[in-house]
């Protein structure tokens, strides 16, 4: 079939079921919303799609948010423990790339809401697996996860066909702050349900409420078919330009390729690969970060006698609590200054995004780690040095996400978060909590079991994510040197 041929084939095209690489014209008329306001329909759909991003990230960072709990529950090593993030992460990653393929192939709509429904079921089912059923709970993790990777594949591939130019930088901003505001629920709305019931499995039954509701709303709100709304190529920016392509109608701007054929194309993408790799140091922190942070400022504190060790059925929340609420702040302020940081930059140099990206990896990595050393002494330091090391992270997520959308070209976007995902996640923060588990349960190994040694051996594991910033800002450094090459390339 010859898409985007000639404005006499767009009525023919309208009826045809296309994935993330529909043909370019006019919105398709079906969906549920009345088509008289397009510009409505197309604010509620990115307004239920932010909703379930939301309800995303906060399934995810439940389990970090009451891990002390969790721990005590089953009896867990700091390794064992360290795997259930693990497991999450493992299957997350494997199901984004089979996502991805059906997103640039099939309805998009249908996927998610699966996914919904798949992985709102399985949490809510995880809250009453028992402490003789710890593999249970583990699996049950994993199956979270495959529901995940089909909302963080597809949703923002809608989102960039629903808007063009300037709005579509907005509207992905959005969406994409809906991750650390959502990653900071999960601790805060974790920790409060176990604080406020005594029983931490309540915590896993309160998204699946909201699960519900926003399957439906995305069956009554999102139009069973959406089409790029531009009719020229563009390679879409998050930070504010918009890059252009010579239009010609009579070249086949999406040619169906096999999926081998776009990850060949992809590999040899250097600045997608490069700030691939970049992202997959982000990862690699952010997951250690995630999982065992409120952990080890609870055994900081322990150690300074601010807290009494936990011997009781429900452990101390409060960490959780303060944590989450410094990713919420530090995300969304971090997001907004990295977009702006590279909008006005950019104008000056057109390597600005990765520079700015480098830059904050460095800055971040050395905030980390002083935070991790002085927690010993100064438990507001730590707090104080952990908001910078946060911040600095999240400069990144949509600059990172930028350099994407526009060094590939949209027929290619689907597979290419898809295999970012996969990358970042699989050297990443798939291994990370396990990893810094292992580290710390061979430390306190090494001597006789005390909570000195306890908070000692995670203080030193945690120094690893410093230097593995480091290398993620120097992958960053390099992606400077090709993407300018890169965009004129997916411009063409």
Same mark, same amino acid.
């Given at each position: 079939?010859?898409?985007?041929?000639?404005?006499?084939?767009?009525?023919?095209?309208?009826?045809?079921?296309?994935?993330?690489?529909?043909?370019e014209g006019t919105?398709?008329?079906?969906g549920s919303?009345?088509?008289?306001n397009?510009?409505?329909?197309?604010?509620?759909?990115?307004?239920?799609?932010?909703?379930?991003?939301?309800?995303?990230?906060?399934d995810?960072?439940?389990?970090?948010g009451?891990?002390?709990?969790?721990?005590?529950?089953?009896?867990?090593?700091?390794?064992k423990?360290?795997?259930?993030?693990?497991?999450?992460?493992?299957c997350?990653?494997?199901?984004?790339?089979?996502?991805?393929?059906?997103?640039?192939?099939?309805?998009?709509?249908?996927?998610?809401?699966?996914?919904l429904f798949?992985?709102?079921?399985?949490t809510?089912?995880s809250?009453?697996?028992?402490?003789?059923?710890?593999?249970?709970f583990?699996l049950?993790?994993?199956l979270v996860?495959?529901?995940?990777?089909?909302?963080?594949?597809i949703?923002?591939?809608?989102?960039?066909?629903?808007?063009?130019e300037?709005?579509r930088?907005? &509207?992905?901003s959005?969406?994409?702050i809906?991750?650390?505001? @959502?990653? @900071?629920? @999960?601790?805060?709305?974790?920790? @409060?349900?176990a604080?406020?019931?005594?029983?931490?499995h309540?915590?896993?039954?309160?998204?699946?409420?909201m699960?519900?509701?926003?399957?439906?709303?995305?069956?009554?709100? &999102?139009?069973h078919r959406?089409?790029?709304?531009?009719?020229?190529h563009?390679?879409?920016?998050i930070?504010?330009?918009?890059?252009e392509a010579?239009e010609?109608?009579?070249v086949h701007?999406?040619?169906?390729?096999?999926?081998c054929q776009?990850? +060949?194309?992809?590999?040899?993408n250097?600045?997608? &690969?490069?700030?691939?790799?970049?992202?997959t140091?982000?990862a690699?922190?952010?997951?250690?970060?995630?999982m065992?942070?409120?952990?080890f400022?609870?055994?900081?504190?322990?150690?300074?006698?601010?807290?009494p060790?936990?011997?009781q059925?429900?452990?101390n929340?409060?960490?959780?609590?303060?944590?989450?609420?410094?990713?919420?702040?530090?995300?969304?302020l971090?997001?907004i200054a +990295?977009?702006e940081?590279a909008?006005r930059?950019?104008?000056?140099?057109?390597k600005?995004?990765?520079?700015?990206?480098?830059?904050s990896?460095?800055?971040?990595?050395?905030?980390l780690?002083?935070?991790?050393?002085?927690a010993q002494t100064?438990?507001?330091?730590?707090?104080?040095?952990?908001?910078?090391?946060?911040?600095f992270?999240?400069?990144?997520?949509?600059?990172?996400?930028?350099i994407l959308?526009?060094?590939?070209?949209p027929?290619?976007?689907?597979?290419?978060i898809?295999?970012?995902i996969?990358?970042?996640?699989?050297?990443?923060?798939?291994g990370?909590?396990y990893?810094?588990?292992?580290?710390s349960n061979?430390?306190?190994?090494?001597?006789?079991?005390?909570?000195?040694?306890?908070?000692?051996?995670m203080?030193?594991?945690?120094?690893?994510c410093?230097?593995?910033g480091?290398?993620? +800002?120097g992958?960053f450094?390099?992606t400077?040197?090709?993407?300018?090459?890169?965009?004129?390339?997916?411009?063409?």
């Amino acid at each position: 079939e010859d898409e985007d041929r000639d404005l006499l084939l767009q009525g023919l095209l309208e009826e045809q079921n296309y994935g993330a690489a529909a043909a370019e014209g006019t919105p398709c008329p079906s969906g549920s919303v009345a088509r008289n306001n397009p510009a409505k329909r197309d604010c509620l759909v990115v307004a239920v799609l932010c909703f379930g991003n939301l309800i995303n990230f906060i399934d995810w960072f439940i389990v970090p948010g009451i891990l002390l709990d969790i721990q005590k529950y089953f009896g867990l090593s700091d390794g064992k423990t360290g795997l259930l993030q693990t497991v999450f992460t493992l299957c997350y990653m494997l199901a984004a790339p089979i996502f991805g393929y059906l997103g640039d192939r099939y309805n998009r709509k249908i996927i998610l809401g699966a996914g919904l429904f798949f992985w709102s079921g399985v949490t809510l089912g995880s809250s009453f697996i028992t402490e003789s059923h710890y593999r249970i709970f583990v699996l049950s993790r994993g199956l979270v996860g495959i529901g995940s990777a089909s909302y963080s594949t597809i949703a923002p591939t809608i989102i960039a066909d629903l808007f063009e130019e300037g709005k579509r930088t907005t &509207v992905l901003s959005i969406f994409y702050i809906f991750i650390p505001v @959502g990653s @900071g629920c @999960g601790y805060m709305l974790a920790a @409060g349900v176990a604080k406020s019931t005594g029983d931490w499995h309540w915590a896993f039954r309160v998204t699946p409420c909201m699960g519900g509701l926003a399957l439906l709303l995305l069956i009554l709100l &999102v139009p069973h078919r959406i089409q790029r709304k531009t009719a020229v190529h563009r390679a879409l920016s998050i930070s504010g330009t918009i890059l252009e392509a010579d239009e010609k109608p009579d070249v086949h701007m999406t040619a169906k390729t096999t999926w081998c054929q776009d990850v +060949g194309s992809l590999i040899k993408n250097c600045s997608f &690969v490069c700030s691939s790799l970049g992202l997959t140091a982000m990862a690699f922190v952010t997951g250690a970060l995630g999982m065992w942070m409120p952990l080890f400022l609870y055994r900081a504190q322990v150690v300074q006698g601010i807290v009494p060790p936990c011997l009781q059925e429900s452990c101390n929340s409060s960490n959780s609590l303060i944590f989450g609420g410094i990713t919420i702040g530090t995300g969304i302020l971090g997001i907004i200054a +990295g977009a702006e940081a590279a909008r006005r930059l950019r104008k000056r140099n057109n390597k600005a995004d990765p520079l700015i990206c480098a830059t904050s990896m460095f800055i971040s990595a050395l905030c980390l780690y002083i935070a991790v050393m002085v927690a010993q002494t100064s438990i507001l330091s730590t707090f104080i040095f952990i908001a910078f090391g946060e911040l600095f992270l999240s400069v990144n997520w949509a600059v990172v996400t930028d350099i994407l959308l526009y060094v590939v070209t949209p027929r290619r976007q689907s597979t290419a978060i898809a295999l970012q995902i996969l990358v970042s996640h699989l050297l990443g923060d798939a291994g990370s909590p396990y990893l810094i588990g292992l580290i710390s349960n061979s430390l306190q190994a090494r001597h006789a079991p005390s909570l000195q040694w306890s908070f000692r051996s995670m203080q030193y594991s945690f120094a690893t994510c410093a230097f593995v910033g480091v290398f993620g +800002g120097g992958f960053f450094l390099l992606t400077s040197f090709y993407i300018e090459e890169d965009r004129r390339e997916a411009q063409r």
